[in-house]
């Protein structure tokens, strides 16, 4: 009975939590803060990427100002005796409606006028000739006059900016609904061209555009609010000059913009007059660069009955914005894009109401999970979870590839994943209690990671080992016994100072992933590859052993500072053995007690390669595998061979000078030459070749250290071969 008020104590208490979550997440999704909305909108841009709008050729084209034009017919801005002549092939090639994505707001300065006052060196009646012929912009707006020109607006947001006179046609806006000035994306003011242009343009359009938080443009502003004034975009613009409409017809309701209408096309957008892209990938089909134009290099019917934008891709003139299909696209392919979709009827949409479609799988996928989740099982349980999500993505991906349709299923997926997170967080906290218990009993005497693994499988509680390759490791203090005499009247001082020697070396092994099995009095015992799994424990092991080496040198220079010189303390010096191997590795011990340990020839290797190190007068000695392994990362050097107990075989044993730059040291390669060629002559019992290769050796080894190893040598030649002369 008891078991069961718990579990309903715990499962109301996740549901009662899940239910609070619920409602905040709900409101969370109303307010809509920024972090919300980038997320929705990256997934919008999945989507696209994935399924990008099939491009329909024969309907758009663009004159491109891009780079080579630039070379080909000088800076920007061209003369308008250029543009005008622009228009004029554009008209005879065929095109419908020419729209400009590029603002001509300041007379031409190379107009023979111009020229007239600003150029140097000319006579009176030059001058006067100039003046009496046609400016460039004349030129130009009697161009556009004879054309079928839609002349593009800037919106301006510049404190401070003032706005240039109104001129020209103005578009006609019809309205249905509520004011949509209250819902458009406005510009303070908006820049125009030339009253002599806008004079001659049959249309005018704004092509600014605004970039959602992350600067991304995925919406295009079809018709927006600058100076006070509803203004069209410059490709809605282009399509009611084309349908040859006299207004644009505004849908509208209590929530925003409903759709836009021009001719036989009604657009729908969202609530402030902005159509959703659906971008077909960049295509340079599109593109017409403007000097073949200019100079006839393009085919005859590449403007045959299209509608020409002309704008720019060269990055020096700053029109390159970021997609979700490319990070810098022309600003004049947004325009493109837009007709395009529009004139294939495959714009996207995501109308107002797809909030409330949200907020409603939200809270029908969170409230099935709350219900659920006491009366089955963690299996059960995330398979419905994952059902539901499945579904939810399998809906919106149709919506988007099958309605246009943009719905978000990102909150929902995520909304429902936080509370399914809280219902298996109550669950969790009853087992990580059990843990806590093991960790408390056990933390006192065993490995941080021996403890973290038995709290996960407390089964492992019990004696016994299992038999793994293991890299061990002793180390040892030299004259600790004239040490501690020297601390016989100050024990404290004693413990201070091994516990000041021991915290860095175990940092030192704990740190390449090595396990402490136990402190000796001064000495210490690690091991690695248990209890986890280390594949390079033995080059972790050697990483260790000069780290260890390292932090021995700072605290004896901290020492030597801290007693201002005084060496009546002699410095501290370790030694340290290395061995790999098969080993038994458990908890041994009795019922009531029992320690995690390694057992076997290895470890008793590893302790008798440390206790060596003073006979050979090296820091570090290691067993042949241990050296075979790290030949590859440490500078080794073979020492000598022991003969080990319950083995016939001789076991090679080794000194590591240094780190893998070692290893390549002329020096140290020719020193390995000589010391195997030593090797070779003292087992060989040539005395008299032997002593003389340990001359050559040493005077290589002296730069390694390695004064005190030949001079072990050179005394048992001397040994060895006395006793010889002496049998004779």
Not at 469 to 489: C, M, N, P, Q, W
Not at 508 to 526: F, P, S
Request: proline residues 5%; glycine residues 8%.
């Amino acid at each position: 009975m008891a078991s069961v008020l718990n579990k309903a104590r715990r499962f109301g208490t996740g549901r009662i939590v899940g239910l609070l979550l619920l409602v905040n997440l709900l409101a969370l999704r109303i307010l809509d803060p920024g972090p919300v909305e980038v997320v929705r909108l990256k997934s919008l841009d999945i989507y696209q990427l994935i399924y990008p709008r099939a491009e329909r050729q024969g309907l758009v084209a663009i004159v491109d100002i891009d780079e080579q034009s630039l070379r080909a017919l000088g800076q920007w801005p061209w003369p308008r005796t250029i543009m005008a002549e622009i228009v004029a092939k554009i008209i005879e090639g065929g095109g419908t409606v020419i729209g400009f994505d590029v603002l001509f707001p300041e007379p031409d300065r190379s107009s023979p006028e111009i020229a007239a006052e600003t150029f140097q060196g000319l006579d009176e009646a030059t001058r006067e000739k100039l003046r009496h012929l046609p400016s460039n912009d004349t030129i130009f707006a009697d161009a556009i006059r004879a054309s079928t020109v839609v002349l593009g607006h800037s919106g301006y947001r510049v404190s401070g900016a003032v706005p240039t006179a109104q001129a020209g046609i103005q578009t006609g806006i019809a309205t249905l609904g509520p004011d949509p000035r209250l819902f458009l994306v406005g510009f303070p003011h908006l820049l125009r061209n030339l009253a002599v242009l806008d004079e001659a343009a049959q249309g005018h359009g704004m092509f600014s555009v605004a970039p959602d938080r992350d600067g991304v443009v995925r919406r295009v502003p079809v018709i927006a609010v600058a100076d006070g004034t509803i203004v069209p975009s410059l490709s809605l613009e282009m399509l009611r000059v084309a349908t040859g409409s006299n207004a644009v017809l505004v849908k509208t309701d209590q929530s925003g913009v409903r759709s836009i209408g021009v001719g036989a096309f009604e657009i729908p957008t969202d609530g402030k007059g902005r159509v959703w892209l659906h971008y077909s990938p960049p295509s340079m089909a599109r593109y017409i660069p403007a000097v073949d134009l200019v100079r006839d290099r393009m085919p005859a019917d590449a403007l045959a009955g299209k509608m020409v934008l002309i704008g720019s891709s060269a990055a020096g003139l700053l029109d390159l914005k970021v997609t979700p299909v490319h990070p810098a696209l022309p600003g004049v392919e947004l325009h493109a894009q837009l007709l395009e979709s529009t004139l294939a009827g495959a714009t996207l949409s995501r109308p107002s109401y797809t909030a409330f479609i949200e907020l409603a799988l939200t809270t029908l996928m969170s409230v099935l999970l709350i219900v659920q989740a006491p009366k089955v099982n963690a299996g059960t349980l995330f398979a419905l979870g994952g059902a539901t999500a499945a579904i939810t993505l399998g809906v919106s991906w149709y919506c988007f590839t099958g309605l246009d349709l943009l719905i978000d299923c990102t909150f929902p997926l995520l909304s429902s994943f936080l509370i399914y997170a809280v219902l298996v967080c109550t669950n969790y906290v009853t087992i990580s209690a059990d843990r806590y218990r093991i960790r408390s009993a056990f933390s006192q005497y065993l490995s941080p990671d021996l403890v973290e693994q038995l709290a996960q499988s407390p089964e492992k509680l019990t004696l016994g080992g299992e038999q793994r390759e293991l890299t061990v490791l002793f180390s040892d203090v030299r004259g600790f016994t004239a040490i501690s005499e020297l601390y016989k009247d100050d024990p404290q001082g004693l413990t201070a100072l091994i516990n000041r020697l021991f915290t860095p070396l175990t940092q030192d092994i704990m740190k390449r992933r090595g396990t402490i099995d136990k402190y000796m009095g001064d000495a210490i015992m690690a091991f690695w590859n248990a209890p986890l799994t280390d594949p390079n424990h033995e080059v972790n092991a050697c990483e260790a052993a000069f780290a260890m080496l390292d932090s021995l040198r700072a605290l004896n220079e901290q020492h030597r500072r801290d007693v201002g010189g005084d060496q009546a303390i002699p410095p501290l010096r370790i030694g340290i053995g290395l061995n790999t191997g098969r080993c038994v590795v458990g908890n041994f011990g009795s019922d009531l007690h029992f320690n995690y340990s390694v057992l076997g020839d290895t470890v008793n290797l590893a302790s008798r390669l440390e206790g060596l190190t003073k006979q050979y007068g090296v820091p570090i000695l290691v067993g042949e595998k241990t050296a075979q392994a790290v030949r590859a990362h440490f500078a080794v050097l073979e020492v000598d061979h022991l003969q080990v107990r319950g083995k016939l075989d001789l076991e090679r044993i080794f000194t590591i000078l240094g780190h893998a730059h070692v290893i390549k040291d002329p020096d140290f390669v020719e020193l390995v030459e000589r010391n195997d060629a030593m090797l070779a002559a003292y087992r060989a019992s040539n005395w008299t070749q032997a002593l003389e290769r340990i001359l050559l050796c040493r005077a290589l080894g002296m730069r390694f250290g390695l004064d005190d190893y030949y001079e072990l040598y050179i005394q048992r030649i001397q040994h060895r071969s006395s006793i010889s002369m002496t049998s004779r």
